[in-house]
C-alpha cells in the first residue's frame, strides 16, 4: 500500500537528504508521514494520522513489533542524543514490541525500552524510559529516567528524579494488558497487509483461536482444568510453612471492580487435597476469573495472592524469572542467630518480616558515582535469602540496597542500604528492621525519647486516625531545592514503638533535615508533611533542642526561625472547629514568620487532589488568625479543608495539613 515517505530537508545540521528505511513487513498507514532518517523495524504497524519527522533531531530507531497509533508525533531538537541498544547515537529510540497509543507525544531526546506502553496523549521529553515500562493516559515524562518495570499512573507529572525513583512496580494484570495491546495491533498489521489478497483473508475468517504472541509469551489456549506446576509448587511451599490456602473467583464485570467473591474454603493441611480443592473451584467456575491466596492463621491476613485462571483460558503471566513464587517465611523466623548464607542477622530479619507481610523483595545497586548523585540502578526481584547473598557476591565492588514493595498499593516500603563497596556488609540499626520492638509506655506516659511532646502527640494522633507514618530527609542541597530521599521505613504497629523508631532515625540524619509525613493508605496520599529536624540537631524534633517552651511557641534556643513544629502550649484560645493539633500547628507556624493559608476540596477534587485555594493570611497574631479560619471551615462545612505554611523567604510549602472533613469532621 502506497504511504507518505520523503527525505529531510538539507539544513546546516543535515545534509545528506537521509530517506526513511522501513521493513517491508511493516505497514505504514498511506495518510500518516515519515520524513528524513527513520529506522522502521520489521512487523511494525504505523496507523493513520502519524507525524514521524527526523528532520531536525536524527536518526530515529522503532524496533520490531511496535505500533504507532493514530495521530501520534515524533520529532527530536536537534541537540541531544541517546545511546541506542546497539551503541549509537539517536535522537529518538524506541524498542521492540512498543505500543505509543492515540495522540501521544514522543520528542527527543529520547529512549523508551523494549515492552513499554505509552498511554493516550501521554508526553516524553529528554527522558529515558527503560523496558517494560507502563505509562497511562495524560502522563507527562520530562528530564528524567525511569527503571525498567515501572508503573506511571494517569494524569502524573515525572519532571525531576525524585519523584521517577519513587514509582511503583508493574504488576503482572499491567504488563499482560501491554502484551494484549501490542497483539491486537499485530493483528491489524496482518490484516492491513492481506485486506486486498482473498487467499490471505480466508484462513483469518476461519481462524477459531488467535495467537497472539509476537515474542511476548501471551498466547490463548483451552483451559484444561488443572493447576500449572509452578502453582502446586506455591501451595506446597505455603502449606508447608504452616498456612492455610483460600479462593476467590469473580466475572468480567467483577472483576474489573475488584469485588471477588470467596470459594469454599478449604481447611486441609494436605497440600495434595489443597491442590484437588483448587482443581474443583476451577472446573466450578470455568467462565470467570479464579485467585488463590495464602492465609496466615495467626495474623489472620492474606498473604501471597496470585491469579490461576482467567476466563478466556489464556496463560496467566506470573511476575517470575524461575517458575518459582516467592512465599513469605514463616513468622516464628525471627531469630537472631547466625545463619547459612552468611547474611548479617539483621538483614535476614528484615527479609523475613517483609515477606511475612506478603511485600515484594527487589534490589539496587549503585557505584560510587551513581551513589553519590543517588542514581540507583535496578536489580533483580529475589526470591530468598540465597537470591540475595549471590546478588551481593555479584556487586561485591559496589552499594546495594534492599527494596521492599507493597504490590497491592504500588510504594515502596523499605530502602535499606545493606553493603558498601569491598563486600562490606552494612550493620543495620534497629530502626531498620521491621521486627525492631520498641520499649512499650502507656500512651499517656512521659516521652523520653527525645521527642519534644507535640511531636509526639502528633504521632499519636496519625496513629489514632489509621494514617501511616513515614520520614523523608534531605542535606542541604536537596532541601533548597525540594528532593527530598525516603529514610528508614517506621513499620512501627503503636504509637510507642514509632517514637522510638522516630528518634533512632532522627540521630541516623543528626546533620541533614527531616520531615515527618502522615499516609492515607486507603486513598494512597499524604495527609501530613511536617520538618521536625534542621541540620546538626536543630529544630523541635530532636534532643539538642528542647521540648519547652519560651511561651511562643518557640524553643528555648531562640532560634525564631526554626522549622513549624506543635508547640505545648495550651489552647487557651482553642476554637470550636479546630482541634488541639492544628491549634498548636498554627501557633508554631505563626512563631516561625510563616504565613498561612488554606485550600478546600470536595469530594471529587479531593479524590484527584485537585485543591482550590481559598485564602492566605498575612496577620501575625493569634487572635487575627483564628476567627478567618474559623470562617473559612465555616464556608466550607462540606468540604475538605487544609492548612499550608508558607516559607516566604524560600517562597515554598513547608506544611499541608488536613484540618476538616465533611460534614464538619476534623
Known sequence: MPHRKEAAPPTPWSQGLAQPKIDETAYIHSFSNIIGDVRVGANVLVAPGTSIRAD?????????????????????????????????????????????????????????????????????????????????????????????????????????????????????????????????????????????????????RNEMNINYTNGNGYNSSAGTGKLTPEVIAHVKQLVSQGYYVGTEHADTRHFKTGSWQTCSPIESTNSSEVVAALEGCIAEHAA?????????????????????????????????????????????????????????????????????????????????????????????????????????????????????????????????????????????????????????????????????????????????????????????????????????????????????????????????YVRLIGVDANAKRRVLETVIQQPNGKGQGFAPLKATSNGNGVGNNGNSQSVPVYSSVTNSAATKKLNQEAVEQIRSLIAGGYKIGTEYADQRRFRTSSWKTDTQIDAKREADVFPVLEESLAQHEGEYVRLIGIDPKAKRRVLEMIIQQPNGKN
Not at 547515537?89 to 514490541?97: C, H, L, T
Not at 505509543?100 to 514522543?106: E, P, S, W
Not at 494484570?173 to 492481506?194: K, P, T
Not at 512499650?440 to 489514632?464: E, Y
Open 56 to 204: 531536525e533531531g536524527t536518526p530515529f530507531s522503532i524496533g520490531s513489533g511496535t505500533n504507532i497509533q493514530d495521530g501520534v508525533v515524533i520529532h527530536g531538537l536537534e541537540q541531544g542524543r541517546v545511546i541506542g541498544d546497539d551503541q549509537q547515537k539517536y535522537s529518538v529510540w524506541i524498542g521492540n514490541n512498543v505500543s505509543i497509543t492515540h495522540k501521544a507525544l514522543v520528542h527527543g531526546p529520547c529512549y523508551i525500552g523494549d515492552d513499554c506502553f505509552i498511554g493516550f496523549r501521554s508526553t516524553v521529553f529528554n527522558a529515558r524510559i527503560g523496558e517494560g515500562c507502563i505509562v497511562m493516559l495524560h502522563a507527562l515524562i520530562q528530564d528524567v529516567e525511569i527503571a525498567p518495570g515501572k508503573y506511571v499512573p494517569s494524569g502524573a507529572i515525572i519532571t525531576n528524579q525524585q519523584q521517577a525513583d519513587r514509582l511503583p512496580d508493574v504488576l503482572p494484570d499491567d504488563m499482560e494488558f501491554a502484551h494484549h495491546v501490542v497483539g491486537i495491533n499485530e493483528s491489524l498489521r496482518q490484516g492491513y497487509l492481506c485486506a486486498n489478497n482473498m487467499s490471505c483473508i480466508t484462513p483469518i
Open 288 to 512: 470467570e476469573y479464579v485467585r488463590m491466596f495464602g492465609i496466615d492463621p495467626k495474623a489472620k491476613r492474606r498473604i501471597s495472592p496470585i491469579m490461576i485462571k482467567r476466563p478466556d483460558g489464556k496463560k496467566v503471566a506470573q511476575k517470575s524469572t524461575n517458575g518459582s513464587y516467592s512465599v513469605p517465611a514463616p513468622r516464628v523466623q525471627t531469630t537472631t542467630a547466625p545463619n547459612a548464607t552468611g547474611l548479617t542477622p539483621e538483614v535476614v530479619n528484615q527479609v523475613n518480616s517483609l515477606m511475612s507481610q506478603g511485600c515484594k523483595i527487589g534490589t539496587e545497586y549503585a557505584n560510587e558515582r551513581r551513589f553519590k548523585t543517588s542514581s540507583w540502578q535496578n536489580g533483580p526481584t529475589i526470591q530468598g535469602l540465597a537470591d540475595l547473598e549471590g546478588f551481593l557476591a555479584e556487586h561485591s565492588g559496589e552499594y546495594v540496597r534492599l527494596i521492599g514493595v507493597d504490590p497491592n498499593a504500588r510504594r515502596r516500603v523499605a530502602e535499606i542500604l545493606i553493603q558498601k563497596p569491598g563486600n562490606r556488609t552494612v550493620q543495620q540499626s534497629t530502626a531498620a528492621s521491621v521486627s525492631y520492638q520498641a520499649p512499650v509506655s502507656s500512651q499517656g506516659a512521659a516521652i523520653n525519647s527525645g521527642l519534644s511532646q507535640a511531636v509526639a502527640d502528633q504521632v499519636r494522633s496519625l496513629f489514632n486516625q489509621g494514617y501511616r507514618i513515614s520520614l523523608e530527609h534531605a542535606n542541604e542541597r536537596r532541601f533548597k531545592t525540594s528532593s527530598w530521599m525516603s529514610g528508614a521505613p517506621i513499620t512501627a504497629t503503636n504509637p510507642s514503638q514509632a517514637i522510638a523508631e522516630l528518634e533512632q532515625a532522627l540521630a541516623e540524619y543528626s546533620g541533614e
